[in-house]
C-alpha cells in the first residue's frame, strides 16, 4: 500500500493526537512534564493504525508552532517508522526536513494543520541527524566521565536499543541513578565501516562486521532509538575495541592505518575504546612461562626508547604513588619491565588518542570523549601496579583516560567461578577455568589468601584496582560482563562503591536467540534458528573459528544440542560453543532455506513478528534493570 493509500487510514489517528498537543501546548511550556500529560491524553485513545511516540514530542527551533514527534505508521501488522510534523495553516512552515514522503490537511479541534510524514526509520541516517543537531541537540550523546553505566552492546540496534533505553529510564526513576550508555559495539570486530561491509559476502564468520552493522548506522541507530524514547538525560555512545593486530610491523601500521580511517567514521561517538593489546612484550612479564631474563629485559628497554627517553621512564616512575593508604613503589627492574611490556603499546594509543582528538575537532559539536584505553585482552592478569603505571604515563604525556578495563579473569558470556574445584552440578572450579590461561596466581592466592573464597578474592583485587582508577579521575570498566551471576556483581558494585563502568553485549543477543529456539517446533522461526546452529557447525567443521572450532563437536556429544543454557545461571549448563559463536553467522547467508531465500540472518531477523519482537525487547530490559539492580553498592 502507498503512502497515499495508507494517509486515508492514518488521517483521523494524526488528527486526534494533534488535537491532544495543540490543547496542552496552548496552556504550557514543552517540557516532560507537558509531554507526560499529553502522552496519559493521548494512551485513552483508540488508535488503531498510528502509534505515536509522544516523549518524543519537540518544537521547532525557529517556528515555534511547528512540531515533531515520531511515530510508526502501523498498516496491516508492519510498522514503518515516520517523523510527523504539524503546521497549523495560519502559520509559516519550517523547512528543516525539505523532503517528506507525504503532505495532507486535518482539522484537529478548531485548527486545520498541516501534517508532512518524513521518513524516520533507522536507516534514515540524514533526517535523524537533523533532528538531533537542529531540532534539539540534547538527544545527542556525551561523554560519560565519572557517571557509572551499563554500557549494553547492541548487535540488533534496531531490536535491542528501544529496550534497552526502556531499561534505562525504569534504572533511572527506581534507582535515581543515570546508567545510559548504549549504542555500543567493537569497531574492528563487530562493526566495519560501510565501505567494508558492502564487500563482506558473510563466508567467514570471524572477519569484521559479521552483525552486518555499520559504525555509522549504529551511531544513528543510537540517535534514533533516544529521539523515539524522548531521552533528554544523556547517553555515552562507544566505539569499542579499535583493535590493532599484525605480525609484523607492515601489518601493524596496516592495522593502524585502517583503524585510524574507522576513528574518522567514529567522530560522532563520544567515548573510544582501543585494544593495542597484541602489541603487549609479554616476555617481559615474570608470569610468562618463557619469561625474559633481566639482560634480555635491559637490552630490550634500551633498543625500544632513546637515551632520554630512559631517563624520562626512570625518573616519573621511581617516585611512590600513596593511593587510599596504600604505597607503591617501583624498582628498577619492575620500572624497565613494565615499560618493555607496554611501550608498544602506549606509544600507540597516544597516536591514536591524538586521531580521535582531531577527528572529534572537525565535528561542529562536540569535542570532548571519554578516552578507555583496553587491558582487558591481555593474556595476563591486570595487577594494580600495572594499572598504575599505564595511566599515569597517558596521564603525564596529555592523554588522560577516563575509563580503564583490567584483565579480571572474566571470559566473555560465562559465569565466574565460586568455587576452588569442579564438580557435578556444581560448575567449574577456579583451578580448572584457569587451565591454559596465564592465570597461575589466580587459585594459588585465592586458596592462600583467602581460604579458598573464589569471590572474595575477586572482591579485594576489583576494590584495589578501582581505587588506583579513581586515583586519576577516572572509572573502572567492567569488560566480558554478559553471563555473570548475582554473587560477582553484588561484590563489584560494591567494591566500587557504585562507580563501574559494566559493559555487557553478547547475552542481549542471545535472549533473541532463546526466543526463537522456544517457537514450535517446525515453525518458521523456530527453523530458521535450526539453520543459524547448522550453519555455525559448518563453519566449525571448515575450522572457521580456530582452536574453539573443535568445541562444536564437543558440546554435540555432551548432548547439549541447539540449547543455549539457563541465562540465570551464566548459561554453564548450555553448548557454549553456540553461547560464544552463534551470534557470528548472523553475517552469513541463509544458504540452507527451503524456499531459496538466500539472504543474510540479519535482514531475515529485522523482519522478526511484534509478538516475537515484544517478548525479546521485554527480556532485554529486564536483564538490564537486573544488573543494575545488582550492581548497586
Not at 526502556?166 to 541513578?177: D, S, W
Not at 604525556?397 to 558470556?413: D, H, I, S, T
Amino acid at each position: 500500500m502507498s503512502i497515499a493509500q495508507a494517509w486515508g487510514f492514518i488521517a483521523d489517528d494524526v488528527a486526534a493526537v494533534a488535537d491532544r498537543i495543540f490543547q496542552h501546548a496552548a496552556v504550557g511550556a514543552l517540557d516532560n512534564g507537558l509531554r507526560s500529560r499529553i502522552n496519559g491524553d493521548v494512551s485513552s485513545l483508540r488508535l488503531s493504525a498510528l502509534q505515536p511516540y509522544v516523549e518524543s514530542l519537540e518544537g521547532d527551533p525557529v517556528h515555534a508552532s511547528n512540531y515533531y514527534f515520531a511515530a510508526d505508521r502501523v498498516t496491516g501488522g508492519s510498522h514503518t517508522p515516520v517523523l510527523v510534523q504539524l503546521t497549523p495553516v495560519s502559520a509559516p512552515a519550517s523547512r528543516l526536513f525539505p523532503n517528506p514522503i507525504h503532505t495532507g490537511r486535518i482539522q484537529a479541534g478548531s485548527k486545520e494543520i498541516l501534517v508532512s510524514l518524513i521518513p524516520f526509520a533507522s536507516c534514515d541516517h540524514e533526517n535523524i541527524h537533523i533532528f538531533a543537531e537542529e531540532v534539539n541537540p540534547v538527544f545527542l550523546p556525551r561523554p560519560q566521565r565519572t557517571r557509572p553505566a551499563i554500557a549494553a552492546g547492541n548487535r540488533h540496534p534496531e531490536i535491542s536499543l528501544p529496550a534497552v533505553f526502556e531499561a534505562y529510564r525504569t534504572i533511572l526513576r527506581e534507582m535515581h541513578v543515570n546508567m545510559a550508555s548504549t549504542a555500543q559495539l567493537s569497531a574492528s570486530r563487530e562493526m566495519t565501516t560501510d565501505e567494508a561491509l558492502i564487500t563482506r559476502d558473510g563466508e567467514d564468520p570471524t572477519a569484521a562486521g559479521h552483525t552486518r552493522v555499520s559504525i555509522r548506522h549504529l551511531y544513528h541507530a543510537g540517535l534514533w532509538a533516544a529521539i523515539r524514547a524522548g531521552w533528554r538525560e544523556g547517553y555515552n555512545a562507544e566505539a569499542d575495541h579499535f583493535i590493532i593486530s599484525g605480525k609484523n610491523p607492515r601489518e601493524i601500521r596496516g592495522s593502524v592505518e585502517a583503524v585510524k580511517e574507522a576513528i574518522r567514521q567514529a567522530a560522532g561517538y563520544t567515548k573510544f575504546t582501543t585494544d593495542t593489546s597484541r602489541l603487549f612484550e609479554l616476555e617481559a612479564d615474570l608470569r610468562h612461562p618463557q619469561a625474559w631474563s633481566d639482560s634480555v629485559v635491559a637490552e630490550r628497554f634500551q633498543q625500544l626508547f632513546s637515551d632520554g627517553e630512559q631517563r624520562w621512564i626512570l625518573g616519573e616512575f621511581s617516585q611512590p604513588f600513596r593511593i587510599d593508604g596504600a604505597s607503591y613503589d617501583f624498582a628498577q627492574e619492575e620500572i624497565i619491565r613494565l615499560a618493555v611490556k607496554f611501550g608498544q603499546s602506549l606509544r600507540l594509543n597516544e597516536e591514536l588518542f591524538d586521531t580521535i582528538r582531531a577527528a572529534k575537532a572537525r565535528l561542529k559539536c562536540g569535542r570532548d570523549f571519554d578516552f578507555e584505553p583496553s587491558l582487558d585482552e591481555a593474556e595476563t592478569l591486570t595487577t594494580a601496579k600495572e594499572l598504575l603505571f599505564y595511566m599515569h604515563w597517558l596521564k603525564v604525556r596529555g592523554r588522560p583516560a577516563q575509563l580503564l578495563p583490567p584483565n579480571l579473569g572474566f571470559k566473555k558470556r560465562q559465569a565466574y567461578p565460586e568455587k576452588m574445584e569442579s564438580a557435578a552440578g556444581g560448575g567449574i572450579g577456579l583451578a580448572d577455568y584457569c587451565h591454559r590461561k596465564m592465570w597461575n596466581e589466580l587459585p594459588s592466592r585465592a586458596q592462600e589468601d583467602f581460604g579458598g573464597k573464589a569471590l572474595e578474592e575477586l572482591a579485594a583485587r576489583v576494590s584495589e584496582l578501582a581505587a588506583v582508577v579513581r586515583y586519576f579521575d577516572a572509572t573502572l570498566s567492567i569488560h566480558s560482563g554478559s553471563g555473570k551471576q548475582p554473587a560477582v556483581l553484588e561484590r563489584i558494585g560494591k567494591a566500587t562503591d557504585g562507580r563501574v563502568n559494566y559493559k555487557i553485549s553478547g547475552e542481549l543477543q542471545l535472549q533473541l536467540f532463546d526466543v526463537l529456539s522456544e517457537q514450535p517446533a517446525g515453525s518458521r522461526w523456530r527453523q530458521l534458528y535450526e539453520r543459524m546452529v547448522e550453519r555455525a557447525n559448518q563453519f566449525a567443521t571448515a575450522g572457521a573459528f580456530g582452536a574453539e572450532s573443535e568445541l562444536a563437536a564437543q558440546f554435540v556429544n555432551l548432548g547439549r544440542g541447539v540449547y543455549l543454557g539457563n541465562t540465570k545461571h551464566g548459561r554453564v549448563d548450555g553448548n557454549l560453543f553456540l553461547v560464544f559463536w552463534l551470534g557470528n553467522v548472523v553475517g552469513s547467508r541463509d544458504v540452507g532455506s527451503p524456499d531459496g531465500d538466500c539472504r543474510f540472518f540479519k535482514e531475515k531477523l529485522d523482519e522478526l513478528p511484534d509478538d516475537l519482537l515484544q517478548e525479546v525487547r521485554r527480556r532485554n530490559t529486564r536483564y538490564v534493570v537486573w544488573l543494575a539492580e545488582h550492581l548497586q553498592p
